[in-house]
Structure formats: C-alpha cells, structure tokens
C-alpha cells in the first residue's frame, strides 16, 4: 500500500497534478484529521481554505451548505469523518482487517461524540464555561478509560500498527487541552501515545508548518 502511495505522489508531482482538494475554514477544526491523514501518507493535496467573512457569499455551492468538503475526480464529497475514513483507507490508516476496521471507527466515533457535545455555538460565557466544565469533569473520564482499554500496553489504540483512531486521538487531545489543560495528564499511556504521533516525521512536519489556530 504504502508503495503505491509514493508511485502516485512521484507520478502527481511530475504531472503537477493534485489528487484532492480539502475545502475547509481557516482552522483545524473539523478538517484536521483528514489534514494528518493526507500528510502522513504524503499525499499532495490543495490545503483550501474559506475565509468567515467570505462563507455567506461561497456556501450554497457546497453540499448540505456545509463544510468541509474533499474534491476529487470532480466529485464533491461531505461529511467530515466520511472524507477522513475514505482517506484512511486510501492512506492504509482504516486497520489491517474487518475486525480492527471496526475497532478503528468505534475509537473515531466515540471521540468525535464527545467533540459535538462541546457548546462551540453558546453564546452567554458563563453557561458555555459551565456546560464545557461539566463535560470534562463528568464525560471525559469514561471518554478517557474506553480509549485505555483499547491502548492496554500497546503502542497503538488498535492492533500493532497505527491507525486514523490514534491520528483522531492526537487531533482531539490539541483541541481538548484549549478547552482543560491537562485533563489526561492521569493517562500516562495516552500522553505517551501522544508523542508517538508526533514523532512521525511527516507528522511532525505537518504540524509545526500547518497555519496556527486556536481550535
């Protein structure tokens, strides 16, 4: 698999040709994951990204008027976890067989149900401190104990390799450390887990150039 990624990047990058364009809001957000997926398999890809201030006049060219959206082949694709689970398996990120394939997408979903239930929309300050307080303080313990029993004492959250589940993982924890400094700092295993993502080189390279945001 990871051969026939380098044969297409060699082929694209002599035609300069780009695969896909990921179309999202100047942020990490919900882009960033398909973001780490394309650079750990170094997959050329056209970084878009809309403007708040020119959204109004842009979105109703976008299905559902919703971001972010992956272009490909002339195809529009939505969805944010449906764009990253096409590209870990494109990447060979989505798990060796059925089993950890699902494994992969049960750790994803679990992370991605406790990201939608952060108040990014409240407006009054104090109930958005309250409901995030809440939040970290009654969910993100089984949050945290769930992707423990996954990790045990391996290297990676499923099987013997890494996955899009612990790219998500490294993805959600930057975003999650804004919101709680910290708030791991228990899980000596999934820190540690941490820095393994970040010690991919090509990782690693995505994330000290990548544009800065707060989420």
């Known amino acids: ?51 708040w201030k020119d959204w109004p006049f842009v979105k109703s060219s976008f299905p559902l008027e919703q971001l972010p959206v992956l272009e490909m082949e002339g195809c529009l694709l939505n969805q944010s ?15 060796k067989d059925r089993l950890e394939e699902a494994q992969a997408d049960a750790l994803v979903d679990s992370l991605n149900d406790f990201t939608l239930c952060i108040p990014w929309r409240e407006e009054d300050q104090k109930l958005k401190k309250e409901k995030i307080d809440k939040l970290f303080d009654c969910h993100a313990p089984k949050l945290l104990s769930f992707l423990e029993k996954h990790l045990e004492d391996r290297d990676w959250l499923v ?3 890494v996955t ?3 790219l998500y993982w490294h993805v959600c924890f930057t975003t999650f450390t804004v919101l709680r400094p910290g708030f791991a700092r228990h899980h000596q295993g999934l820190c540690t887990l941490i820095n393994r993502v970040e010690s991919i080189p090509q990782l690693a390279r995505w994330i000290q150039n990548r544009p800065v945001s707060e989420f």
């Open 81 to 95: 976890l449906a764009i990253a689970r096409f590209l870990a398996k494109e990447a060979g990120l989505a798990g």
């Open 159 to 161: 099987g013997d390799a």
């Open 164 to 166: 899009w589940a612990d």
């Open 1 to 51: 698999m990871q051969g026939l990624i380098l044969r297409l990047r060699e082929v694209l990058l002599a035609g300069h040709m780009l695969p896909y364009k990921l179309i999202y809001f100047n942020m990490r957000g919900r882009a960033e994951l398909s973001r780490y997926i394309l650079a750990y398999a170094q997959i050329p890809f056209k970084d878009q990204r809309v403007e």
